[in-house]
């Protein structure tokens, strides 16, 4: 009677053991089932440091300069087209009645850019390159800022001119981007030797 009673106790002792063991898994096994349930975290996406060299153009000078930029950073580059082509009646300047004048004069006046818009989302880093006319940049090249959205890009503006500064071009672009982060820009004389361009270029550290 005795040792049934001994065994009895013994055997309770080991279902009590074993249903707070049983107890004691529960809340580890719903720990692991609520993690595979949880969505996975998408591995980080580094952001590419991608860079564009667009550039309007009308004489080759400004093309000449957007080249070697983008030679020297392997960057992607692209032109800004005139739907209509300047010809040189066009950009005689000396002539009051030509179209660069017609043009300057009406600050509001933006001549169309051919082919589709760009998608330039994929780039960090633009670089504008024009050439100066009256100081400033062409109108078309205004037209171009103010067709994209360049929020959070850094833009590097650039310019080909006989003798100018960059004078205010870059300032003036700068306002119709301003979320932009737009650095101070360069100007190369129209013969523009490629060394100089790749020392600027270097210079700016935007690869280090
Ligand atoms: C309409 C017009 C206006 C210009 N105005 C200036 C100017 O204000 N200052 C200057 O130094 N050069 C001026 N230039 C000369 C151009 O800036 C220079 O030739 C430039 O390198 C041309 O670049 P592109 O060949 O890329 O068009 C002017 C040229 C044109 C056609």
């Known amino acids: 009677m005795k040792i049934k009673k001994i065994i009895s106790c013994f055997l309770a002792l080991i279902l009590l053991i074993g249903a707070v063991g049983c107890t004691a898994a529960s809340p580890q096994q719903s720990d692991s089932q609520q993690q595979e349930s949880q969505p996975q975290k998408p591995p980080a996406i580094e952001a590419a440091q991608k860079t564009l060299v667009i550039y309007f153009s009308a004489?080759?000078?400004?093309?000449?300069?957007?080249?070697?930029?983008?030679?020297?950073?392997?960057?992607?580059?692209?032109?800004?087209?005139?739907?209509?082509?300047?010809?040189?009646?066009?950009?005689?300047?000396?002539?009051?009645?030509?179209?660069?004048?017609?043009?300057?004069?009406?600050?509001?006046?933006?001549p169309a850019i051919a082919g589709d818009i760009k998608d330039l989302s994929a780039y960090d880093t633009i670089f504008i390159g024009y050439p100066i006319w009256w100081g400033e940049a062409p109108n078309i090249v205004w037209n171009f800022v103010e067709s994209y959205d360049f929020s959070g890009k850094t833009m590097i503006p650039f310019c080909t001119s006989s003798s100018s500064g960059l004078g205010s071009s870059g300032e003036t672009l700068a306002a119709l981007a301003p979320d932009a982060e737009w650095l101070e820009g360069q100007r190369f004389p129209s013969n523009a030797s490629a060394e100089d361009v790749v020392n600027?270029?270097?210079?700016?550290e935007l690869n280090p």
Do not use: M
């Open 200 to 204: 600027w270029v270097k210079g700016l």
């Open 59 to 110: 004489t080759g000078s400004t093309k000449a300069v957007a080249e070697t930029i983008a030679e020297t950073l392997e960057a992607d580059i692209d032109e800004i087209i005139p739907e209509q082509p300047y010809t040189s009646e066009d950009l005689n300047w000396r002539d009051e009645t030509s179209r660069v004048n017609a043009e300057h004069e009406d600050a509001d006046f933006r």
